[in-house]
C-alpha cells in the first residue's frame, strides 16, 4: 500500500462560490484573433471564471475545451459604466436540453481590468442573498 491514496489525508481546493450575475452584465465573446464575435449569456460568475451559456439553436459558438477567448464584459460598478476586457479559457464544455454551457476560467492580462473584475465580484458577493 506504498502508492494508495488515504482518504482523509487527501485535501480538495473547494470550488470557488458561484454567484448569479448583475441583470446589466452582457458578454461578447470570440475565438482568441477572430472577429467574429457572440452576444452570450452569463449563468454565474465566481472570483475564478465563469459560466457562459448559448441557447439558440442555429450557429453555436465554435468554442471547445482548452479555446482561448476573448471576451468583452459591459456593466456598472458602484453605479459607473465599466468595460472589462480578458481572455478566458474554455475548461468544460456541456449540453442541457437545448442550452450549451461553457465554463470559463478567466485570464486577465491587465491589471486594471484585473482590479475591476475583482471589484464587480466582491460587490456581488456583499449584496448577494445565495451567500
Known amino acids: 500500500m506504498g502508492n494508495a491514496i488515504i482518504p482523509h489525508i487527501l485535501t480538495l481546493t473547494p470550488p470557488a ?45 465554435p468554442f471547445r475545451e482548452n479555446t482561448l477567448i476573448e471576451l468583452e464584459l459591459k456593466t456598472r460598478i458602484k453605479g459607473e459604466p465599466r468595460r472589462i476586457n480578458c481572455l478566458g479559457k474554455v475548461v468544460r464544455k456541456s449540453l442541457n436540453q437545448c442550452v450549451t454551457q461553457y465554463g470559463i476560467r478567466m485570464i486577465h492580462n491587465d491589471e486594471q481590468d484585473h482590479l475591476n473584475w475583482l471589484e464587480m465580484v466582491t460587490s456581488l458577493e456583499k449584496n448577494s442573498p445565495d451567500l
Open 17 to 61: 462560490t458561484r454567484m448569479s450575475a448583475p441583470d446589466d452584465l452582457k458578454i461578447v465573446a470570440r475565438t482568441l484573433g477572430n472577429p467574429l464575435s457572440f452576444d452570450i449569456q452569463v449563468s454565474n460568475i465566481s472570483r475564478t471564471g465563469m459560466l457562459l451559456e448559448w441557447n439558440k439553436e442555429k450557429f453555436k459558438p
